[in-house]
């Protein structure tokens, strides 16, 4: 497994809309990420299993399963990863329960600029 | 036998066998005594009466049989009334072997200036006076036990004339028995449209022979009581019963009115219910809506982002303030989007009040500061001062006042004045958000707190819908006034300190 002594700062975005996928992976390459994307659950959880990311960015609700669930999986395998969950459906069970293993809970649509200000500020600290 | 051709001689008999044929064929009893008493002769009718032998009798004083001394009332009534020669009364004597017997006696005497001899004939009227008895004892047992009825009972004639008024009615209508008896029911009672209506019913039983029933109502010491009478032709005229239903048409009214009440529970409750699904179904909707919404704004969202750091790179400055300009714009819509999205979210969503302590004063000024209000609207708040620290889910309060400001905003597209004005009693704040905008129609005035109702060209409606929702949840109330032209009034009135 690589370790994260790269200087580029790595980042997964899960999330089933491709359009959002596209846009946030021009937002963060522009600030100088590598971006990794998955569509669903299934593909999350195998490329989180081979790389440590420093950011995962997870939408909610997917396919196959829930965002929350790979967020506990990061939570075991890699807890320094930042993790940040977003939703288009910000009232659905079990979302909140969530939280503990969150950094940032942001309901959609979400500034891009916000999400980097956090980032930076986390990176920072981490 | 000295005795009795004696008494031959008195009665002009001629032949002593004649006198003895007749006194000793008759089965009534004779005999006759002396004034002391002692039996002088009797007959064989009297012996067997009695059952004395005639010796035996001949040896006896008649105080012996006499139960209540007949031989003194006798000798009484002669000296007392020389002139009357015979007397009927009613006497009782024991017989030998101890029962009574009862006889209706004709006494004469013979002797001139004064009584010698009593000559009895004597009627056995002991079945007759059994007889009475027991007609006197059933009469009164019947008496007995029309009083004890607790119905009123009373009997007239044909007349209409009481015969019979029994206790009941004695202790209801407060007259007694004895004024009642033998007097005509109108002069007993007023002639009104009740007693019309009695005398009515009473009649026709009388003429038809048949039983009638009809409900009247009856004052006694102000109290209502309603009164069920039966009526019964009788042989001689009529009975009526008459039974107090009050109770009953009490209870009857009561299990109406109940049953009326619970009717109406199952309305509001169905009634409620039916909201319910229509709220459920607009949340699933509203779920789904806003899932799909919120997806495609977040692109915009970050398409934007990206747009505006590219135009950075843009040398042409009049294009430049173009594309800033038609951004801000895009921004602007985005957001109100986004406010329909939440609105939908949060008029579906169950809400979960969170209490903490709020400063009003502080709330309203933030949200100005966070709407942008047009310059041509001229904002004037008033808050009483010393307002005290509110008890309250903050995130509800908030959303109320800026769905209402934003609402007030918007219903004055050409300028006009916002007045925020907060008062409050020891218990409630009181919040006015008044605009000086178009007015809400009279048709609007009934429907504006149901949902996806709007006058509004665009929006989903849902701004007041949830206002609504919100206050009732934080206990309170909201109210408005408005009239064409001149403006609209919204008042809202919630606890200072909520109970949750």
């Known amino acids: 497994m690589n370790l994260l002594s790269e200087q580029k700062r790595t980042i997964i975005i899960v999330d089933d809309d491709k359009s959002i996928l596209k846009v946030f992976t021009r937002v963060f390459e522009k600030k100088g990420y590598q971006v990794t994307t998955a569509e669903n659950g299934k593909d999350s959880l195998d490329k989180l299993g081979h790389f440590r990311y420093n950011v995962a960015l997870i939408d909610v609700r997917l396919p196959d399963m829930m965002g929350t669930d790979i967020l506990s999986m990061i939570q075991a395998t890699s807890p320094e990863t930042i993790k940040i969950v977003f939703t288009g459906s910000p009232y659905l069970d079990g979302v909140t329960e969530m939280n503990q293993y969150m950094d940032a809970f942001f309901i959609k649509p979400i500034k891009p600029e916000l999400i980097i200000d956090i980032l930076e500020e986390k990176l920072k600290t981490k | ?500």
Not at chain 2, 320 to 334: D, G, M, R
Not at chain 2, 439 to 456: D, Y
């Open chain 2, 1 to 500: 036998m000295n005795q009795v051709s004696r008494a031959c001689h008195k009665f002009e008999i001629d032949s002593e066998e004649k006198y003895r044929s007749i006194i000793q064929t008759s089965s009534d009893g004779f005999w006759i005594t002396d004034t002391s008493g002692k039996f002088l002769d009797a007959n064989d009718a009297y012996c067997n009466l009695v059952g004395y032998n005639h010796e035996e009798l001949l040896r006896m004083y008649i105080q012996e049989i006499d139960v209540n001394g007949s031989l003194a009332r006798i000798l009484r009534h002669f000296r007392a009334s020389p002139n009357q020669r015979n007397y009927h009364i009613e006497i009782r004597q024991r017989r030998k072997d101890g029962r009574h017997i009862d006889f209706e006696i004709s006494a004469t005497y013979s002797g001139k200036k004064r009584i010698e001899q009593i000559f009895v004939f004597a009627h056995d009227i002991t079945r007759r006076k059994r007889n009475e008895t027991i007609i006197r004892q059933s009469e009164s047992k019947y008496r007995e036990l029309a009083d004890s009825i607790t119905d009123g009972f009373a009997a007239l004639d044909a007349d209409l004339k009481y015969i019979y008024w029994n206790k009941t009615y004695e202790k209801t209508t407060g007259i007694s028995s004895d004024l009642v008896m033998g007097k005509p029911f109108f002069n007993l009672f007023k002639k009104n449209s009740d007693t019309r209506k009695i005398a009515l019913m009473y009649r026709k039983s009388l003429r038809t022979k048949q039983p009638e029933v009809f409900v009247n109502d009856f004052f006694m010491n102000n109290n209502k009581k309603v009164i069920e009478n039966h009526i019964y032709p009788s042989k001689t005229g009529i009975v009526v019963l008459s039974k107090d239903i009050t109770k009953q048409i009490i209870l009857k009214e009561k299990l109406e009115e109940y049953t009326q009440r619970l009717e109406d529970l199952v309305k509001i409750r169905t009634e409620k219910l039916k909201t319910a699904e229509r709220l459920a179904t607009i949340g699933e909707t509203a779920g789904m809506v806003g899932h799909d919404i919120r997806n495609p704004l977040q692109t915009i969202t970050g398409e934007l982002y990206l747009a505006k750091t590219e135009i950075e790179f843009l040398s042409d400055k009049e294009s430049k303030t173009k594309l800033i300009e038609s951004f801000s714009i895009i921004e602007e819509q985005l957001k109100y989007i986004n406010k329909i999205v939440s609105d939908l979210t949060d008029y579906s969503k169950p809400l979960m009040l969170n209490i903490e302590e709020v400063n009003l004063e502080k709330v309203i000024a933030e949200i100005l500061s966070r709407l942008s209000v047009p310059d041509d609207i001229e904002v004037k708040i008033i808050i009483r001062g010393l307002f005290p620290k509110m008890r309250t889910d903050l995130s509800c309060l908030k959303r109320i006042l800026v769905n209402l400001i934003t609402n007030a905003v918007q219903a004055m597209p050409k300028g006009g004045k916002l007045c925020i004005n907060a008062d409050w009693t020891d218990k409630i704040a009181i919040i006015k958000i008044a605009d000086t905008g178009e007015g809400i129609s009279e048709e609007a005035k009934t429907k504006i707190f149901k949902p996806l109702f709007t006058t509004k060209a665009k929006g989903q409606g849902l701004g007041l819908a949830v206002v609504k929702k919100l206050v009732d949840a934080l206990s309170g109330i909201v109210t408005f006034e408005s009239e064409i032209g001149k403006g609209s009034q919204f008042k809202v009135e919630i606890p200072i300190y909520s109970a949750l």
